[in-house]
Nanobody, 122 residues
Framework: QVQLVESGGGLVQPGGSLSLSCEGS????????LGWFRQAPGKEREGVSC????????YYADSVKGRFTISRDNVKNTVYLQMNSLKPEDTAVYYC???????????????WGQGTQVTVSS
């Protein structure tokens, strides 16, 4: 069955760093664009970053640009989010997703992870 399992969340002080991982299984990982959303209490879900299936094109929300880096390892079936210079406003549940590349299919059926909590506080 299809699974996306996040790990790496936790509590960190402002200015600190965390690295999130999301390992996929049960689907053709290298055919999918990958990314991260986050949702803070009382706020709408926000797109954070995404990376293309094959050419490593990336996107970052303005709120994280210059601080976060997304990467993928198709051998390990894993997408990463390196988060540096963390701020209290980065506190949220972070969700990874996988969406098949339009080079392969026009279908929109993303897979979602269960989420991992990131808390930035002193």
């Amino acid at each position: 069955q299809v699974q996306l399992v996040e790990s790496g969340g936790g509590l960190v002080q402002p200015g600190g760093s965390l690295s999130l991982s999301c390992e996929g299984s049960g689907f053709a990982f290298d055919f999918y664009a990958l990314g991260w959303f986050r949702q803070a209490p009382g706020k709408e879900r926000e797109g954070v970053s995404c990376i293309s299936s094959s050419d490593d094109r990336t996107y970052y929300a303005d709120s994280v640009k210059g601080r976060f880096t997304i990467s993928r390892d198709n051998v390990k079936n894993t997408v990463y989010l390196q988060m540096n210079s963390l701020k209290p406003e980065d506190t949220a549940v972070y969700y990874c997703y996988a969406q098949i590349s339009p080079r392969r299919s026009l279908a929109y059926n993303p897979y979602w992870g269960q989420g991992t909590q990131v808390t930035v506080s002193s």
